[in-house]
């Protein structure tokens, strides 16, 4: 048998029959992922092949390959990482301009994250009835930017009701995850395009209060037909502690895109002569801003000083 992996407790899997049918699942304590050290060898997102025995108990053997997957640091083993969800069709980046701000560091160590794991992420820039002219300004630019270098972006307010169409429209058919910094309006967009999700982790989250561990507890929700939202409390952005300094350029997509033209092949962007990205950065090709968060990342690639969505 086949299905979807819906539900994760740590030790206990929900998974989704074809039929609609919820299988309560456990993996055997030596199953583990080729290749990803993981605190967690299956994912909600995942597809799986799973056993059923005489006595009604029911395993996962084995994990089909996924096309992406999102990770965070495990919060005790260094070394490893937890799978929040695997197999995204978009992830949904919640940003704002003020009340609270969010930092074009986060944004872009975010986005080269999410480049890494290859998933997409579309920039949703959020409460856009409070801001003042000169933030206006500020959120069109960074609008602009984004979209320059291939970001589809989008601008949202549950007062006035701005992009909360589109933002349902483009989760049609889609398994989705939205995250951002925490008082951004994450749950105000979950609760305008998906209301019984919204009532659903209110729920979810009254549990932790009450002891559960929520760093282990994962949920994917269907609020339209083969539509799905994914709510991963605890999340805290996506993983990069096991990107390599020469990687990181990659996953900025504007750099990656110049690098070929870089006099060496193992180019930093920092003071090579000869660099393409410098010379399109002193050229005003490239955004300071973006080129700063990819010195931030070199310098520093603990993400614990940029780790506070949720």
């Known amino acids: 048998m086949q299905g979807l992996v819906v539900k994760s407790s740590g030790s206990v ?60 640091k495990a919060s005790n083993l260094s070394k490893q990482s937890h799978i929040l969800a695997a197999n995204l069709d978009l992830c949904f980046l919640v940003i704002t301009i003020n009340h609270p701000v969010t930092s074009t560091t986060f944004i872009d160590r975010f986005l080269a994250s999410a480049q890494a794991y290859r998933v997409p992420v579309v920039p949703v820039f959020n409460k856009t009835d409070l801001y003042a002219p000169d933030e206006l300004s500020e959120l069109d630019y960074l609008f602009a930017l984004y979209e320059s270098i291939g970001y589809r972006c989008l601008k949202t307010s549950i007062a006035t009701g701005e992009g909360i169409d589109k933002l349902k429209e483009m989760m049609r058919g889609k398994v989705s995850l939205l995250a951002g910094n925490s008082g951004v309006g994450k749950s105000s967009l ?37 539509s799905f939202i994914v709510d991963t409390p605890g999340v805290k952005g996506f993983g990069t502690y096991d990107m390599d300094s020469e990687e990181i350029a990659h996953y900025f997509v504007e750099f990656f895109e110049l690098s070929g033209g870089c006099k060496y092949g193992n180019c ?40 506070t969505s949720e």
């Open 13 to 72: 899997y929900d998974v989704r029959l074809e039929d609609g049918t919820l299988v309560e699942c456990r993996i055997k304590g030596n199953f583990r992922l080729k290749g990803i050290k993981s605190t967690n060898p299956v994912a909600v997102g995942d597809n799986v092949s799973l056993s059923q025995r005489d006595d009604g108990t029911a395993y996962i053997v084995d994990i089909l390959p996924r096309k992406n997957y999102i990770v965070r």
């Open 268 to 307: 930093t962007h920092t003071h090579e002569p000869g660099c393409a990205v410098l010379q399109a950065l002193e050229e005003g090709h490239i955004a300071p801003s973006r080129y700063q968060s990819y010195l931030s990342m070199l310098e520093d690639k603990d993400e614990g000083k940029y780790r």
């Open 190 to 226: 979950v609760n305008a395009v998906a209301p019984q999700v919204a009532a659903r982790t209110g729920e979810i989250s009254r549990t932790h209060d009450k002891g559960m561990h929520t760093t282990t507890f994962s949920q994917m929700f269907e609020f339209m037909p083969g």
